[in-house]
């Protein structure tokens, strides 16, 4: 093309990064979010692994992507399709045929599509965007591999490391297509590769030859602009986080506000690996990290890390959490702090490692022997982590609880910008240590708060307040065991009370859209940009239509009854068969609630939920 391509301008756009699993997608799509975050756009990530470690190169099998929505404003979620799709070979293309916009622009590497390479991803034909219908598309085919062993021909790296700085090559093309300075991506490179100068060099020179070529052979007919939010709702520092590392810092600034040591005992386990290797990088805050053995070695160090007066965190996976009811029952009979994180995937069993899914709910309500309150939240959004993770802590410790925080692959893996905060805007942790009684009588084990009926926290050193801790059931004054029938009728009800009386500590359940519809959008957790936006949706099509996301789970928020009452139907949305549904129905059984449910391993469409969501509002009129 010899004219200078038009310029564009986009509120917003999606672009998905597919390749093999070694091609560096994840590496490409987060320094793309980095870049667009640090000049100003809004964004939303979500990367999407295959399960096995390393497919056969160039299989549907190992086809690894990474999707992000980069906007001026109001992005809450990944986009449902993309614009733009970079398909570092055929099995790239194919997979993600369907996730892409009948007018997508196509960018692949050529040298990738030869016939031996449309053969290993099963095509059938010689021409894959005929076979697969994209006649639509706008194809920009760029000889990729043939550029970067020419543009590194002098590096001094072999051919394999050549090789793979061709997604950094890609990356610049990209960069040249929405107009972004690649600065702050060389800047990003320098701190990963900063003690390996050779890789480091190689890879800037991939991306300035990337972004060079897309400018001196005006690639495209047209480039796009994004502009940059100038006017954030809230001014402040904004970083690009995701949900793993917000968990991370939230459990960091909890030991800060408490005055209480952090540690961890957890067995990596995907998708909450990186939540383990985060806080490894903390010891110099006294943050104290064990890979255990197993899960149950890593919940049982844990446990008695919160005896001796830590903030105690473990973190795990539906299998782990499996795996942990037992000790999770013990923690609860004890009544000691204990944050347990488990990164939802899809299930059951092994199930789908890397995809995400809400299917541990009544599990962390009810997967635990005898009566067993455990407190359930769930965070809404990547950044909303960093607020669950330490609101997970403050209700663990004033409330000598077990407390269960649900995230998911979704927001772990994903990425949104989250204002840093300033520490001193969040309150204070406070215990209730033993040594802070002054009831009247002489202290005893299980004297309560009257209030609140949580016992006190005697930490071993603390002179006078020695005590019996243990699964077997104990006297409800002294912490003698046990077996009185009607002791035990009582501490069950204490335990119960207990747990139900955080309610009066918990932010009341908002309502957005219109009060006075007929039906409300309900659901929890990482579905909330998703829901949000497929109301804001129906509402733009004339439709009256409320919505409400629940972030606490058990117990339920104050005025959850009060505001869901006013609503004649309903509409529970989650990524399961239906658990919060059959919760929320158990506890406010009065209510329509009418279901959506799907489980296939990824985030909901928003498309599909206008659809879907309109469909159960007619039938149900």
Not at 66 to 93: H, K
Not at 480 to 504: C, G
């Amino acid at each position: 093309m010899n004219q200078e391509p038009m310029i564009e301008s986009r509120e917003e756009i999606v672009i998905r990064f597919s390749g093999d699993s070694g091609d560096g997608m994840q590496l490409t799509g987060s320094l793309f979010s980095d870049v667009s975050a640090i000049l100003g756009n809004e964004i939303s990530t979500f990367p999407d692994y295959p399960a096995e470690i390393r497919a056969p190169q160039g299989t549907l099998s190992g086809v690894s992507g990474f999707q992000v929505r980069i906007g001026t404003s109001g992005i809450l979620t990944p986009g449902d399709y993309a614009d733009v799709l970079v398909a570092m070979n055929p099995a790239a293309l194919k997979v993600n045929a369907l996730q892409i916009k009948k007018n997508a622009i196509v960018l692949i590497d050529q040298d990738s599509f030869a016939a031996n390479d449309l053969q290993k991803a099963l095509f059938t034909s010689g021409d894959p965007f005929v076979e697969l219908g994209l006649d639509g598309v706008e194809v920009l085919s760029v000889p990729v591999t043939t550029m970067i062993k020419d543009s590194l021909k002098d590096s001094g790296l072999d051919m394999k490391g050549i090789v793979r700085c061709k997604n950094m090559f890609a990356l610049g093309l990209i960069c040249w297509l929405f107009g972004k300075d690649i600065t702050p991506a060389e800047d990003m490179l320098a701190k990963k590769f900063g003690k390996k100068q050779d890789i480091l060099r190689a890879n800037i020179k991939a991306l300035v030859d990337g972004y060079n070529y897309g400018a001196n052979t005006h690639l495209s007919a047209k480039t796009y602009r994004i502009e940059a939010n100038e006017k954030k709702a809230l001014p402040g520092h904004y970083v690009d986080i995701n949900g793993n590392k917000a968990t991370a810092l939230g459990l960091v600034a909890a030991s800060e506000k408490s005055g209480r040591e952090l540690f961890l005992g957890s067995y990596p386990i995907t998708p909450a690996t990186d939540i383990l290797h985060e806080l490894s990088k903390f010891k110099a805050m006294g943050v104290k990290t064990v890979q255990a053995e197993d899960e149950i070695a890593g919940i049982c160090t844990a446990i008695g890390a919160s005896y001796a007066g830590d903030l105690a965190v473990t973190t795990t996976s539906g299998p782990g959490l499996a795996l942990k009811s037992e000790a999770l029952g013990l923690a609860m009979m004890t009544e000691l702090p204990l944050v347990i994180v488990d990164v939802m995937r899809g299930g059951p069993s092994t199930g789908l490692p890397t995809k995400s899914e809400q299917s541990d709910l009544l599990q962390a309500l009810y997967g635990r022997n005898g009566e067993s309150p455990i407190p359930v939240v769930a965070p809404l959004s990547p950044a909303d982590c960093f607020d669950t993770a330490f609101m997970a802590a403050k209700i663990a410790l004033e409330h000598m609880t077990p407390v269960i925080m649900l995230s998911d692959a979704y927001v772990a893996n994903g990425a949104t910008a989250w204002r840093v905060p300033e520490i001193d805007s969040y309150p204070e942790i406070k215990p209730p240590y033993a040594d802070q009684y002054t009831g009247e009588a002489a202290w005893k084990p299980y004297f309560r708060n009257e209030e609140t009926k949580v016992r006190y926290w005697g930490i071993p050193g603390m002179k006078g307040f020695a005590h019996r801790v243990g699964g077997l059931e104990k006297d409800n004054v002294t912490s003698v065991i046990s077996t009185d029938p009607d002791n035990h009728q009582l501490m069950v009800n204490l335990r119960e009370e207990k747990v139900r009386r955080i309610a009066h500590d918990l932010p009341l359940l908002e309502v957005f859209g219109d009060q006075d519809a007929d039906n409300i959008i309900v659901g929890w957790g990482s579905t909330y940009g998703h829901l949000h936006s497929a109301m804001t949706q129906l509402r733009k099509e004339g439709r009256k239509v409320a919505f409400a996301q629940f972030k606490f789970i058990k117990p339920l928020p104050l005025n959850a009854e009060e505001v869901l009452s006013r609503f004649k139907n309903v509409i529970v949305c989650e990524q399961s068969m239906g658990q919060f549904a059959k919760y929320l129905g158990g506890e406010l059984p009065h209510l329509n609630i009418l279901r959506f449910n799907r489980v296939k391993g990824q985030p909901f469409k928003v498309a599909r939920l206008v659809e879907e969501i309109g469909k159960i509002m007619d039938n149900n009129a």
